[in-house]
């Protein structure tokens, strides 16, 4: 018995990369729609660019930096832990929290975010958001830090 509770637990230990390899991942580009509290109203859609840069944030093997080409001067660091993602970055002197779960490799779906000034910490925006994989983002014309990316 002990022996094939010990076969049972290598052949498992042995798909464990299987499974992961094939796990979807936010690197890459992605569109994403902001919802804005109070009522869930439509705000701004931005693009962003998630790469890769494995153990670089905070210790997480699958971890890296964003940039948003659609907001210039947005940016920040990423974790993804199994299908949670989080995202945290800096614009001009607005700090923002992003956290949700890929739902599959072209879907992301977010719990919520928040917005807020890095002077006095009070809210710019706050609510929920989804994503949707892109081939590519296209670069903004807008200046580097203007605004809320939400809005």
Do not use: Y
Request: net charge negative; proline share 4%.
């Amino acid at each position: 018995m002990r022996k094939l509770v010990c076969m049972f637990v290598l052949g498992l230990s042995a798909l464990a990369p299987l499974a992961q390899a094939g796990a979807p991942t936010v690197a890459g580009s992605w569109n994403i729609s902001f919802s804005l509290e109070p009522n869930r109203s439509a705000g701004a859609t931005q693009c962003i660019v998630f790469t890769a840069s494995a153990g670089t944030v905070a210790g997480v093997s699958t971890s890296g930096t964003w940039t948003s080409p659609s907001f210039p001067g947005w940016s920040g660091q990423w974790i993804q832990l199994g299908d949670h993602v989080r995202w945290f970055g800096i614009t001009g002197s607005l700090a923002t929290a992003e956290s949700g779960n890929m739902v599959n490799h072209n879907a992301f779906e977010g719990v919520s975010f928040n917005h807020f000034s890095t002077a006095n910490a009070m809210t710019s925006s706050a609510g929920s958001w989804t994503g949707t994989r892109v081939s590519s983002c296209r670069q903004s014309e807008e200046e580097a830090g203007a605004g809320d990316p939400s809005h």
